[in-house]
């Protein structure tokens, strides 16, 4: 591994922990991201240091989120592994996943305390609370699903605006108020 990658594959690990992923998963991944072909366990094993079955376990947990792809190469047996290519694929990956694992069971769990019957002004007060976090994760929801239906070079173009965004919704409220 060149001091680059190493560099990169430390670093990403570290982040992993932040992220609330196993850093030795963070550091597979970074690698098998930067492999410039599909890499087998053995080879991420040995380029790691990390035991075989550390290895098997990380590449399930990057299997369940989705995040590489399994193949197979003609007269071999074992499995390689490789990351979606675009970018763009990955962060929805990871943002759908992140959706399902973690949001989703809290607008469950919110809209299960809103429905009950609240017997006393505290529980009023806390599915007041609890609408109000629900309505917004909601929001979000429907934002981010509006968002993951664009095609990637309009989301590029979209993110390229940045605060233009508030310009242009300034201006079509002026529109508005001099029709």
Do not use: C
């Amino acid at each position: 591994m060149t001091p680059l990658v190493q560099r990169f594959v430390m670093h990403f690990g570290e982040m992993g922990s932040r992220w609330g992923i196993n850093r030795t998963v963070g550091q597979m991944y970074a690698l098998i991201f930067l492999a410039p072909a599909p890499i087998n366990a053995d080879q991420i094993a040995e380029e790691l240091g990390f035991s075989r079955s550390n290895v098997s376990m990380g590449l399930k947990e990057l299997t369940s989120w989705r995040l590489v792809k399994l193949s197979h190469q003609p007269g071999d047996r074992r499995e390689y592994f490789s990351a979606p290519e675009d970018v763009w694929t990955i962060f929805r990956t990871l943002a759908e996943e992140r959706r399902r694992r973690e949001v989703d069971p809290t607008l469950s769990m919110l809209r299960d305390a809103v429905l009950e019957d609240a017997s006393s002004p505290d529980d009023r007060h806390a599915q007041d609370r609890m609408r109000e976090m629900h309505d917004f994760i909601e929001l979000l929801m429907g934002w981010f699903d509006d968002v993951n239906r664009l095609e990637p070079a309009t989301l590029e173009k979209l993110m390229k605006l940045g605060t233009g965004v508030v310009k242009l919704l300034e201006l079509t409220d002026k529109l508005k108020l001099g029709r």
